[in-house]
């Protein structure tokens, strides 16, 4: 009799893994956001670093290397619908696609150029914490630079099996709430003709400020 | 859950988004509608800004000041002063002479801890720090720098924003953290040590807003370079830095709350634990909490609690992949 229940719970116990051990294959499968964002940082890193491309004469080279792998994390084309917020809803696909590709534009030379002074390898970046709720995942990040911390989040969604970052939060202002804001004030100020007007005077002076650049394509 | 179930779903997800792409996209636009109102901001509340005008031409003051004055000194500064990490530990010292701000914060917020932190900071980067200008305590004993003010203690007990404000001289505020402003006036010892002495007073205020300018000047200038409008993404980045700073003071300590579904419970124990919480983990304290449910009203709240805390000692001291382990600690064969 003992043995028979004994071996009732053997079977429960079987079962009970087999679907914990089924349950993991399938999110693995999924891929984890953390590691998405670490390898993607990593690139970056070693791009920006890279002993065969050190100097300001080969930053051109590094800037685009640096730009395609964040273009393949970052979901450009989602943030900037986001910062559009309603607005985007009466543009027709035109003017979709146009202010997609000006935003594009817009944070590739803004926030790419930053990064040359993270060149010196003087900093660190910490993966301390990643939320994950259904397909959505709020990655943490602490990079450390000369004693200073600053803490940087990621807000990222699953597509496939993939992850991909729609906002980034520095020390809780979030990138895209700021652009929100703002094209808010502008449409509501002057109309969205104004706003594209401006987008592209943004991204023109951006390329004047590094003569070096090549043009808008 | 059974595993044919759980097969099927597999396979429902494989078709879903394992399929062509066109169907993928539009499976992943439909679900993307909902990024919108996302779950993880909480920033998009309204901002209320009856002073606009006024706020307003105070920005293009303080701005004109940045650029005319406070920049131009401040290279001055710099050349004089060229090794950044010497303008750091004035920064530094500071920072350390506004601790009686912080203790009393943190006491005011009922985080004890974080005030013994604060104390202990105080103690030991005026003594082996010398006088502030350096942080042993963060470097040799762990203790970290944090920001606390009247402004966020008011935020804490649930005190709104009210109205924003751009001061001249003084830069972005609301009205909250405005009286919040002139209560850390007087928790500030250089108030009373410079009580008499205005030139000295005004002198060091200088000196402050100068060795900042010169060590953060350029963030302020990316800021008003990219932005549309400067004064709007000035006020947001206010607000919801501010925000985030509240928010991060009431997490830390409204845990455990009596009414918590067991989803926030698990939650909150994984922020508590500063631990990394796959979704793995999640799915296995639902498993833990339909286990529960199962029981009835047999387990109670204390205990569930106690349960969620230990299932996370365990996942994390011991690999997630040690099943057998876990499935033993969360009594599933009780």
Redesign the interface.
């Known amino acids: 009799m003992k043995n028979k229940i004994n071996k009732k719970r053997g079977a429960q116990r079987l079962a009970l893994l087999m679907s914990l051990l089924l349950l993991q294959g399938t999110w693995a499968w999924a891929g984890d956001p953390q590691s998405a964002m670490q390898e993607t940082v990593d690139r970056v890193m070693d791009i920006l670093t890279d002993p065969a491309l050190a100097g300001d004469e080969f930053w051109q080279e590094r800037r685009d290397r640096v730009a395609k792998a964040v273009a393949e994390r970052f979901d450009f084309a989602e943030m900037a619908r986001l910062s559009l917020a309603k607005a985007w809803n009466e543009r027709n696909e035109a003017e979709r696609e146009r202010f997609v590709s000006l935003f594009k534009e817009l944070l590739k030379n803004t926030y790419v150029e930053r990064l040359k002074t993270y060149s010196d390898g003087s900093y660190e970046v910490i993966f301390d914490k990643v939320l994950v709720r259904g397909k959505k995942a709020l990655v943490s990040s602490m990079v450390m630079q000369q004693g200073r911390e600053i803490a940087a989040s990621y807000k990222m969604y699953q597509r496939g099996n993939e992850w991909f970052v729609y906002d980034v939060v520095i020390e809780g202002v979030s990138l895209v709430s700021n652009y929100r804001s703002q094209f808010a004030g502008v449409i509501q100020q002057e109309g969205y003709e104004a706003l594209v007007r401006r987008l592209e005077e943004k991204v023109s002076e951006t390329v004047e400020a590094q003569p070096d650049a090549p043009g808008l394509s | 859950?059974?595993?044919s179930l759980?097969?099927k779903?597999?396979l429902l997800?494989l078709v879903l988004?394992?399929g062509p792409m066109a169907g993928?996209g539009q499976a992943?636009a439909d679900?993307?509608e909902a990024?919108?109102d996302?779950?993880?901001?909480s920033?998009?509340q309204m901002?209320y800004d009856p002073l606009e005008p006024v706020n307003r031409a105070f920005f293009v003051f303080n701005d004109r000041l940045y650029f005319w004055l406070l920049k131009p000194v401040g290279k001055v500064y710099s050349a004089v002063l060229a090794d950044?990490?010497v303008r750091?530990c004035i920064s530094a010292a500071f920072h350390n002479m506004a601790a009686p701000v912080r203790v009393v914060n943190t006491l005011l917020q009922g985080k004890f801890r974080q005030s013994g932190t604060e104390v202990a900071r105080f103690a030991i980067n005026t003594v082996l720090g010398a006088g502030g200008l350096g942080?042993p305590a963060a470097a040799e004993f762990g203790l970290k720098k944090a920001d606390e003010d009247l402004g966020q203690t008011l935020g804490f007990y649930g005190v709104g924003e009210g109205f924003y404000i751009c001061w001249p001289l003084l830069g972005p505020s609301s009205a909250r953290d405005s009286v919040g402003g002139a209560g850390d006036y007087f928790l500030n010892p250089r108030t009373y040590l410079l009580a008499g002495d205005f030139r000295t007073s005004a002198g060091l205020s200088a000196l402050k807003t100068e060795n900042a300018v010169s060590l953060n000047g350029h963030e302020y200038e990316?800021l008003v370079r990219?932005?549309?409008?400067p004064y709007?993404?000035m006020?947001?980045?206010y607000y919801?830095?501010r925000?985030?700073?509240i928010?991060?003071a009431k997490g830390a300590t409204d845990q455990y709350g009596a009414g918590d579904s067991h989803d926030q419970l698990v939650?909150r124990s994984?922020?508590d634990y500063?631990?990394?919480?796959?979704?793995?983990n999640?799915?296995?304290a639902r498993?833990y909490q339909k286990c529960l449910e199962q029981k009835g009203g047999r387990v109670s709240v204390s205990r569930q609690r106690r349960q969620a805390r230990l299932i996370y000692r365990v996942l994390l001291d011991h690999n997630a992949?040690d099943?057998?382990h876990?499935?033993q600690v969360t009594n599933?064969?009780e």
Do not use: K
Request: charged letters at 25%; a negative charge.
């Open positions: 859950m059974s595993p759980f097969l779903i597999a997800t988004f394992g993928a992943a679900d993307l990024l919108l996302d779950d993880f901001d920033t998009e901002i950044e990490a750091g942080d990316n990219q932005a549309f409008d709007i993404a006020r947001n980045v919801q830095h925000r985030s700073l928010a991060a939650r994984c922020l500063n631990d990394v919480v796959s979704f793995d999640l799915i296995r498993r992949a099943l057998p876990f499935a599933f064969e």
